[in-house]
Each structure stands twice: as structure tokens, then as C-alpha cells.
């Protein structure tokens, strides 16, 4: 008599099939708890920035959708889209040239970062960060099945990110065009660069500043514009370089005291008086770290620093499980951008970085900047999702 072989049910075959697909928890933790201080924050400072909480709650709101939509995705169709992302880029960062100017509190008068709406402001620059990690990363994928021409797809790579970092310092926004240079190398070193190559880059930039900072304006030509260059410079050694009257030395000095009023667990909202007193610039953007720890102290600044820590943990981990190239170079680029503007935006906060502008990811005020980040939290938690559905297929193949 012969005996049928052993076979799981149809019942439970299909259950498995249809296991639903598991998303990074730690990832939408960490961004939902970034989210959710920032607008705890702006709860604290809402006397000196009325209605900023409920407006940050929605940029949050809209992000978290934005990031849901992503998610459903799969990120390998955007490659082909590659050229049409870049030349999006750059045309968003041309137009605002042609808006209208804007300046106020703690922005530079005559800035053109901004393209109007009815009911919003839109920082192209912001969604450039994104469109710029795709488009490389895509470029990069394309010019590794030409190994002979490594030196020709380093140098397209590299002025792929100058051309639109040098568009955007021009509006002036000096920080964001630091960000496209930086996902620029990222994605050249994640995309197997050589050293050798990487090396000139660095000896090339080194070059570059020292031509800028210092031999161009001894021959009258100001590649920088003055507070940049003070920016830029200033924090090396601040007692000497800072006059009584230099604006951007006191928004550094009036930073540290308030991170260092904050003590242990802060002084709450009522204490905090370089935050409500209005002593710190900027209190709501780029120093809202140093807002943070006025209210709440170290406590509150190393949770902060905490789930910053878990974001760019599961960044590397789901670039590592990427399942091509283009997933690891994508998550790459965003790792860079949140590495860069965190240590950036914090360090200038406490004097070990110049006062650039880069905006605290999840954090800082401004709806371009919270829905860009939480779309990069949808890509990255796409590329998890592929890994993991590309994972399952070849283990189904096995067991075949």
C-alpha cells in the first residue's frame, strides 16, 4: 500500500503565504518618539512661538502618511526615474530665485530658500536631500557595470552633488549645501570608491577651503560671503574671534548657557529663562537642542540623543540587508544626511561645529524639513520590507 508523502494543509499553506509583512518597529519608534518631543517641546515654548506645536504635529501627521504611502512601494522602480529626479532637483532650487525674498529673525535678509502656497512655505532644498539620494544612487548602480571607468563615475558623481550644492549656498543656505556634498560622498564610499580616489577628494576639499577661506579674500574675491566665512571659522577658537558686537558668537554663547542652565532634569518651562527670556536665537529652529536642554536638561537631551542613536542603528542594519545595490546605496545616503545634520546641529550648539543652519532631524521647526525626514523613514523602511520579501522567496525556493 502506498503512503501519501506528508503535506501541510492547503489551510495552513495559505496561511503562510499570506503572513503579513513586517515593517522596522525600532525605526517608527525612534522617529515616532522624535516626533512626539518636538512637539512636547513647542508645548513648552508655546508662549514665545504661539500655534508652532499644532502646526508641527501636523507636518508630523502629513510625514507619518507620506512615509505609510512609501512603505507600499517598491523602492527598484524608482530607478529608472533617475535623471527625471535629478533634473527636478535642480529646477526646484532654481525657481526660488524668482520668489520673493523673505528675511526676519534669525534668517538672512534677501534669502530665496522658499517657493509660496496658499497655506504653506515649500523648502525645495529640503526635498532636493531625497531627490539627490535617489538620483545618485541610481547613477552609482549604472556606473558600477563599467569598473574601467571608476574615475569617470567618481567625478560624475561628485559633480553631480557640487552643481546643486552650489545652487543652493547661493540662495544662501550654506548648511543644506553642505548636506548634497555629503550624501554625495556617502554614496561614492558605500558605492565601493576606491581609497585611493576618496584620498583626493579629501586632499581636493582641503585645498578648496583653505582657497576660499583664506587666499581668495586676501586677493578681493569673496567666495563666501562674510557671515559664512565667520561662520565657518569662529568656532575654532572663539574668545579670540568674538567682538563684543558679533551677532553669530552670541547665539553660540547664549546656546551653552542654556544647555548648561539645564542641568540634570532642566528647569521646566517656567525656569527656563534663556528660552522664554528670548535669549537664544533661533530657539525654535536651529538651536531647538538648546531648547531642549534648558527645559530638560541632560535627561532630556541624551533620550533625544538616544533615539537618534536607534535611527541610525537601523539605518545601517537595513543597508547591510538590502537586497541589491540600489537599496544600500539608498539607505546609505539617508544615513549620511541623518549622521551629518545631527552632528552638525548639535555640535554647533555646544561650540565644536560652525553655525551652518542645518536643521535637527524630527526636531527643529518647519514642515519641508519633518516631511522630508519622515519620507526618508518610508524609504528605508521599503528597502527593509523588499529585504525581508526577497529573504522569504529564497527560502520558499529552498525548501522547494
Not at 529608472?80 to 529673525?105: K, W
Amino acid at each position: 500500500m502506498a503512503v501519501a508523502p506528508l503535506q501541510l494543509s492547503d489551510q495552513k499553506a495559505r496561511g503562510r503565504t499570506r503572513a503579513p509583512i513586517i515593517f522596522d518597529p525600532l525605526l517608527l519608534l525612534a522617529a515616532l518618539g522624535l516626533a512626539g518631543m518636538s512637539v512636547v517641546v513647542f508645548h513648552d515654548l508655546r508662549a514665545a512661538f504661539p500655534g508652532e506645536m499644532t502646526k508641527q504635529a501636523l507636518y508630523a501627521g502629513i510625514g507619518l502618511v507620506g512615509a505609510v504611502i512609501l512603505t507600499r512601494f517598491d523602492y527598484s522602480r524608482l530607478r529608472e526615474y533617475r535623471y527625471g529626479f535629478y533634473i527636478l532637483l535642480v529646477l526646484l532650487n532654481l525657481i526660488v530665485y524668482a520668489m520673493p525674498a523673505r528675511g526676519g529673525v534669525g534668517q538672512v535678509s534677501g534669502a530665496h530658500r522658499w517657493i509660496p502656497f496658499p497655506f504653506f512655505q515649500l523648502q525645495s532644498s529640503e526635498f532636493g536631500k531625497l531627490l539627490l539620494i535617489l538620483a545618485l544612487s541610481a547613477v552609482m548602480v549604472e556606473r558600477s557595470r563599467k569598473p574601467q571607468a571608476a574615475h569617470r563615475t567618481t567625478v560624475r558623481i561628485l559633480l553631480m552633488a557640487i552643481l546643486p550644492a552650489l545652487i543652493v549656498i547661493g540662495q544662501p543656505d550654506l548648511g543644506t549645501g553642505l548636506v548634497y556634498v555629503v550624501i554625495g560622498l556617502t554614496v561614492l564610499f558605500f558605492g565601493g570608491t576606491s581609497w585611493k580616489h576618496m584620498s583626493v577628494i579629501g586632499a581636493v576639499a582641503v585645498v578648496g577651503a583653505v582657497l576660499a577661506l583664506a587666499v581668495a579674500p586676501a586677493v578681493g574675491v569673496n567666495v563666501l560671503k562674510g557671515y559664512q566665512k565667520q561662520r565657518l571659522t569662529e568656532f575654532v577658537n572663539p574668545p579670540k574671534v568674538c567682538g563684543p558686537n558679533n551677532s553669530t558668537c552670541y547665539q553660540l554663547q547664549q546656546s551653552e548657557i542654556a544647555i548648561g542652565a539645564g542641568q540634570k532634569t532642566g528647569q521646566g518651562q517656567r525656569g527656563a529663562s534663556q528660552i522664554t527670556g528670548g535669549f537664544v536665537p533661533v530657539a525654535n529652529e536651529d538651536f531647538i537642542f538648546a531648547s531642549l536642554s534648558d527645559i530638560y536638561g541632560f535627561a532630556g537631551a541624551a533620550l533625544v540623543l538616544a533615539l537618534y542613536a536607534v535611527m541610525i542603528w537601523r539605518a545601517i542594519r537595513i543597508m547591510t540587508m538590502a537586497k541589491n545595490m540600489f537599496g544600500t546605496l539608498i539607505a546609505g545616503g539617508i544615513l549620511g544626511m541623518f549622521m551629518f545634520q545631527v552632528f552638525v546641529n548639535v555640535g554647533m550648539t555646544i561650540g565644536i561645529m560652525p553655525v551652518t543652519g542645518v536643521p535637527l532631524p524630527l526636531m527643529s521647526y518647519g514642515g519641508s524639513s519633518v516631511v522630508v525626514t519622515f519620507l526618508a523613514v518610508g524609504l528605508l523602511q521599503s528597502v527593509y520590507i523588499q529585504a525581508k520579501l526577497a529573504a522569504g522567496a529564497k527560502a520558499r525556493v529552498l525548501l522547494v
